[in-house]
């Protein structure tokens, strides 16, 4: 198998650092935001309303952002970029007025019809909480379309290899809705002027997101000027692109929204408990799978279907850093996610119940932690091999497989409930504590992204060539992560202090000496896999 050229590898290999980067801020940030959210909405009604109000319009980012844009826009764009410099502006250009034509009638739209797109996708919701989400929804839409203009620039960023102020700019987007929140808090409010404060960040947040950007596009792409030029070959092939991106970027977020739906059915708490397991789920799915599936799908695309060896040899190497950082990630989730909830929300309005029923459905959704966040790389070497449609059709059947599953187990959990530390059947007494129909939904979740990791690894066989889960070392990154999550669970036990951050640190810091220790003695080094994507 023919190595890939040095400098390309290396190229990609700063680009994946400079994306985890990235992500590790905004991630960061976003993490502050989610403990600020938690401890002044903790689980209750307003909490649901607002979690669902920013899901609802995000369906538009889903669709027209980021993902789409690097899919359609990046493999064309980026081999502009090397051959015609003046045609790759007017691409650009014209690609930014047509997106942002279509997002202004989309946003419209969207405020117009926001109650009855709220009924649609929260038919649980009623009364108090369902005008609740209505208001939000309206004040949310233009920042979410702000947004998805912000994704272009993030497409334009990374084809010209400028990874990391477009994946650091969300920094700016977390930290207008903390802001903004901690201000009225500050002054005193109720739960519900909180969740509109909130709303107000994240539209700020979004304007600040895109303007930080704006400078940077602007330098690279100096003849840059907006039309609606739908006729040049490029943007024709990107817009050709965008149809079968977004039916397979748009089926899985539609798995999302079904998610959205199926929760609101459940008792009060659910979709807010499943929100925030799914905020700490993607955490490594950004940091490692985006970070170096967006850094490689630029030079996928320069290298294209003649040089499938090469592309094998990338797939499978960053399958391996994959796992060398999920693997630990999933079973620690398991093992230890409880303490680690505690930990980052116990405060205010959330307490030992809501720590445990998060944690409940974080441990469902991590069992498919690894095969997702691999989907990522795997969906990216499709693009760069002009195969669009592949992975469309096998976003439906993860949909179709996530979506039976949660309706087989959803309501069967839900009638269970938390007591204390305790599950028990629910009882005529038991209405007001938690019920855990979220972790069926978690479940049907997890079964989807195993089913999609192994169908696209299928198409990719006669493609390319075969590639391993884990680049071939995932038994032993799983016996090492297993080892080092017992250790910290020991240690947990044996500490067991009221705070839960005394307890989570000493257990965490176990877990990860077992865990790079025994790496080590394997041949598996931090440095080296840290080197491996910072391309040094």
């Not at 689980?43 to 789409?68: H, K, T, Y």
């Not at 030029?229 to 039916?247: E, I, K, Q, T, W």
């Not at 016996?479 to 044996?494: H, Q």
Request: glycine share 10%; net charge neutral; hydrophobic share 55%.
């Amino acid at each position: 198998m023919t190595a890939p050229d040095d400098a390309s590898a290396g190229r990609s290999g700063g680009g994946a650092s400079s994306v985890g980067a990235g992500i590790l801020l905004s991630r960061l940030s976003g993490l502050v935001r989610e403990i600020v959210t938690a401890s002044f909405l903790g689980l209750g009604m307003s909490a649901d309303a607002f979690r669902a109000a920013l899901r609802i319009p995000n369906l538009m980012q889903n669709l027209l952002g980021e993902g789409v844009l690097s899919a359609s826009v990046i493999p064309v764009y980026s081999r502009l970029v090397d051959t015609d410099s003046e045609e790759a502006g007017k691409t650009a250009g014209a690609i930014a007025g047509i997106l942002a034509a279509v997002t202004a009638v989309l946003v419209v739209v969207g405020m117009v019809a926001a109650r009855p797109l709220t009924i649609l996708l929260t038919p649980g919701f009623e009364g108090e909480k369902l005008d609740l989400t209505v208001s939000l929804v309206r004040i949310m839409f233009p920042g979410i379309g702000v947004l998805v203009l912000s994704a272009w620039c993030l497409a334009i960023l990374n084809s010209h290899r400028r990874f990391f102020l477009s994946y650091v700019a969300p920094v700016l987007w977390n930290a207008a809705q903390i802001v903004v929140v901690a201000v009225v808090a500050i002054g005193g409010s109720t739960e519900q002027s909180l969740a509109n404060a909130l709303a107000w960040g994240v539209v700020i947040g979004g304007v600040a997101q895109l303007v930080v950007q704006l400078p940077t596009v602007r330098s690279l792409v100096p003849g840059l000027r907006i039309t609606l030029d739908r006729h040049r070959p490029a943007v024709r092939d990107a817009l050709g692109r965008v149809g079968p991106v977004v039916f397979g970027r748009g089926v899985v977020q539609i798995s999302g929204y079904v998610d959205l739906v199926l929760a609101s059915l459940l008792a009060t708490g659910a979709l807010a408990a499943n929100t925030q397991a799914q905020f700490l789920y993607l955490l490594p799915v950004s940091l490692f799978g985006m970070s170096i599936a967006a850094a490689e799908l630029p030079e996928l695309s320069r290298l294209g279907p003649q040089s499938a060896a090469d592309m094998a040899e990338r797939v499978e190497r960053g399958l391996g850093r994959v796992a060398y950082f999920v693997a630990p990630t999933a079973i620690f989730y398991i093992a230890l996610g409880e303490t680690l909830v505690s930990a980052l929300f116990e405060r205010n309005n959330f307490g030992p119940s809501e720590s445990r029923l998060v944690w409940l459905v974080l441990a469902a959704y991590a069992v498919g932690l690894l095969a997702t966040t691999a989907s990522r790389l795997l969906q990216n070497t499709l693009y760069a091999l002009d195969d669009p449609k592949t992975p469309a059709r096998i976003a439906l059947v993860r949909v179709v497989v996530g979506l039976v599953v949660a309706l087989a187990l959803m309501f069967w959990f839900d009638g269970f409930v938390l007591v204390g530390t305790s599950i028990q059947s629910e009882t005529s007494s038991t209405t007001d504590l938690f019920h855990l129909g979220a972790v069926g939904i978690a479940v049907g979740s997890m079964c989807a992204a195993w089913t999609e990791f192994v169908l696209l690894r299928m198409a990719l066989r006669w493609r390319i060539g075969q590639v391993a889960l884990g680049g071939g070392r995932l038994p032993e990154v799983l016996t090492a992560a297993i080892a080092a999550a017992a250790a910290g669970r020991v240690v947990a036990l044996v500490v067991q202090d009221p705070a839960p951050i005394v307890e989570f640190i000493p257990a965490f810091a176990a877990a990860a000496i077992v865990y790079l220790g025994m790496t080590r003695a394997m041949g598996f080094t931090l440095r080296e896999e840290l080197s491996g994507i910072s391309g040094r």
